[in-house]
């Protein structure tokens, strides 16, 4: 199991990496909008700390220029893997940049359907946003196992980002279903480590110490 960290904030990513547990980041336009600086330095950056892959979203409607936008970011760094939505322009762009072996992370996946054409096209990652479609009270989660049931039925090599965490449970939803990679933001990693028990436990080891 993968775990991604949602986010373009150097802080949080320096910091989620030195508990080596972070195997990639997703960034998108509205995480990067939150950060200062130059675009493509702070996803070298990203990709200098992570070494792993690290998904950078495309801005253009149409194929062609998804494509021309695709090919530059992806000289940023090798880590780089081009996130793009799902739409037809998205599948027509994901053919053509997977036959020039640029992955693509196929974004904004909300339903099985747009999982099977998202993995046809050639995406190596496909993203179901489940904190989203909980959101309209479509149950997130049903999606998932759909998914990983066809990419299991049919061997697609692409492989599930978990999408749109919420919360830790989600993240324990994931692992259950054999969810490939989990992305989620900073305050979910966050809390994943926290028990009141670990907390009460310290305590009272230390207290017991210091009583000896
Ligand atoms: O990577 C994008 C995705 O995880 C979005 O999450 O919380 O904005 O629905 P959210």
Redo the contacts with the bound molecule.
Sequence with gaps: MKLYL?TANIGEIKEIAQWGVLDGV???P??MSREKGDYREILKEICDIVKGPV?AEVLSPNSADMVKEAKDLSKISEHIVI?IPCTIDGLKATNILSQEKIRVNM?LIFSANQAILAAKAGASYI?P?V??LD?IANPGIEVIKDILDILNNYNFPSRL?F????HPEHVRQAAILGAHIV???YRVFSSMIKHPLTDIGIERFLNDWEKR
């Excluded at 999408?163 to 919420?166: G, I, K, L, M």
Aim: glycine fraction near 4%; aromatic fraction near 4%; hydrophobic fraction near 25%.
């Design positions: 949602d997703t960034t998108n509205s995480l998904s996130k974004t993203s946003f904190g989203r959101d980002i999408a749109s965490v919420r992305t989620m933001p």
